[in-house]
């Protein structure tokens, strides 16, 4: 089955330690989504690649910064994890021009 | 800057009941609308859509209804299942681009047996 991967599922860093989150999709997506979703709230777009053009939101810290290698996988990178960074982080694709955003698992960062 | 809202932290409803999950946007640019269902240790996955062209669409025990001039939109699920109980997402965007898709805090929807 077509599908988008986030690995890991649970990932534990240390305060101000570099962690990188990695998404891989099967769906050959032209477009790929970073979001953080906090306990109870809603998922807050990061950024997103339309292929290989980068796209940042304008209130997405400068501590997270993305790769997208090919078309398959994108990874989240946070430079120096804070402890308000804790939470589960979204990997999401969808066709281009499409409506549909097809979601990974997630990956729960915790931060010690 | 939440532009979509679900007010409704929680829903419990009896099976074979009516479901209603409601969703209020404030951006009157957004003229595409989702909802999305997420079960635990899953990613939310689509369910069902409507454009602002439309005031209703329908996909078998699931029904959107759109009120552009209340910006304001539910999910109708007739009959509740069991199975339907999960985290729904309201989600906006604009002009079919979902490049910049805001999404609703969710309300988790217990039907109960």
């Known amino acids: 089955d077509a599908m988008v991967i986030q690995n890991p599922r649970y990932q534990v860093t240390q305060f101000g330690k570099p962690v990188t989150l990695s998404c891989s999709q099967t769906?050959?997506?032209?477009?790929m989504y970073w979001y953080q979703q906090k306990s109870s709230q809603a998922p807050k777009l990061l950024f997103h690649?339309?292929?290989?053009?980068?796209?940042n939101e304008a209130d997405t810290p400068d501590n997270f910064q993305s790769r997208r290698p090919n078309t398959s996988f994108c990874f989240l990178d946070i430079r120096s994890p804070g402890l308000g960074d804790a939470a589960m982080y979204l990997c999401?694709?969808?066709?281009?021009?499409?409506?549909?955003?097809?979601f990974g698992p997630g990956t729960r960062l915790t931060v010690t | 800057d939440q532009q979509v809202k679900q007010n409704s932290p929680s829903l419990s409803v009896q099976e074979g009941r009516i479901s209603i999950l409601n969703c209020d946007y404030t951006?009157?640019?957004?003229?595409?609308f989702l909802w999305y269902k997420k079960y635990p240790a899953e990613g939310p996955t689509f369910l069902i859509s409507?454009?602002?062209?439309?005031d209703k669409n329908e996909d078998g025990r699931f029904t959107v209804f759109l009120n552009k001039s209340a910006k304001h939109l539910s999910l109708h699920i007739v009959p509740s299942q069991p199975g339907d109980s999960a985290v729904y997402f309201c989600?906006?965007?604009?002009?079919?681009?979902?490049?910049?898709?805001?999404f609703g805090a969710g309300t988790r929807l217990t039907v109960k047996p």
């Open positions: 999401a694709t969808s066709r281009e021009g499409g409506y549909e955003q097809y």
């Open positions: 769906l050959n997506h032209n477009v």
């Open positions: 690649y339309y292929d290989k053009d980068f796209n």
């Open positions: 951006n009157s640019m957004f003229d595409y």
């Open positions: 409507i454009s602002s062209i439309k």
């Open positions: 989600a906006a965007s604009r002009n079919f681009n979902n490049n910049d898709m805001r």
